[in-house]
């Protein structure tokens, strides 16, 4: 079970995430967000990432290219395009940056195949990113991915195991379920968090890019 901790903001937080056993962590560039970071400290936080902790930049409001350039800068390992971004966009961030991942909902009826726009991840969130709201796992009835895809949206220490079980994702994310206060990150939950859902699933994770490798073993 991949476990991805999004929306840090400082270097305490992101020592806590890899400690606890997070697979990856976010940073959030946004001018929406109460988590979007200013450019010198994402650049701080980037620099602090532990090698065997992946790093992903998280947009939503940057034009993809813009965001490419700016994953680049950083040196992170994944950008992950978060919204209305179009397969144009994904396509015009490939050429500087191509380890893509694609965040979306449900509601939108995106493509739901793992890589429809050469993403290695697909995230599928509530209609509202990181604001902590839950949406109808039962719609995975009729549209769930195969491969490398990210549960999120109003997942907590709390409601992990669950969501795990009736979800079946390869992995899940978390922001506001890990916070005392918006945009303000609570270590103890952060570690319950990965606890609860590494508990859950039982078994150990893979990496994007062994997807074709966890679904030959049945994951
Ligand atoms: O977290 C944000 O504030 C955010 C803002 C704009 C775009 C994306 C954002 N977060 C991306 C994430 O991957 C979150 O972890 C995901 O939306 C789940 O959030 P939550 O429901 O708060 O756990």
Redesign the pocket.
């Known amino acids: 079970m991949f476990v991805k901790v999004?929306?840090l903001a400082t270097t305490a937080d992101i020592d806590v995430a890899a400690e606890a056993g997070a697979d990856a962590i976010?940073l959030?560039i946004?001018r929406t967000?109460?988590?979007g970071l200013d450019w010198d400290r994402a650049v701080a936080l980037a620099a602090h990432v532990p090698s065997h902790v992946r790093s992903v930049l998280?947009v939503?409001d940057t034009a993809a290219a813009d965001a490419a350039r700016a994953a680049n800068e950083l040196g992170v390992d994944a950008l992950?395009l978060?919204g209305t971004y179009t397969r144009a966009d994904f396509d015009e961030a490939a050429r500087t940056f191509p380890r893509l991942w694609r965040?979306t909902s449900l509601n939108e009826k995106p493509d739901t195949r793992v890589g429809a726009y050469g993403e290695e991840v697909l995230?599928l969130?509530?209609p509202r990113?990181?604001?902590?709201?839950r949406w109808d796992l039962s719609l995975l009835d009729a549209a769930r991915p195969e491969g490398a895809w990210l549960l999120?949206?109003?997942?907590g220490p709390d409601n992990v195991a669950e969501a795990i079980r009736q979800a079946d994702p390869w992995g899940v994310?978390?922001?506001?379920?890990v916070e005392s206060a918006p945009g303000v990150k609570d270590h103890a939950r952060i570690h319950a968090f990965v606890t609860a859902a590494r508990t859950a699933a039982g078994r150990d994770h893979g990496q994007p890019q062994d997807r074709g490798r966890e679904q030959d073993r049945g994951r």
Do not use: I, K
């Not at 990113?129 to 709201?133: D, F, L, N, P, V």
């Not at 999120?152 to 997942?155: Q, S």
């Not at 994310?173 to 379920?177: A, I, P, Q, Y």
């Open positions: 999004c929306g976010g959030v946004s967000s109460v988590r998280v939503n992950q978060h965040a995230l969130d509530s990113a990181g604001s902590g709201a999120a949206g109003g997942l994310d978390v922001s506001s379920g």
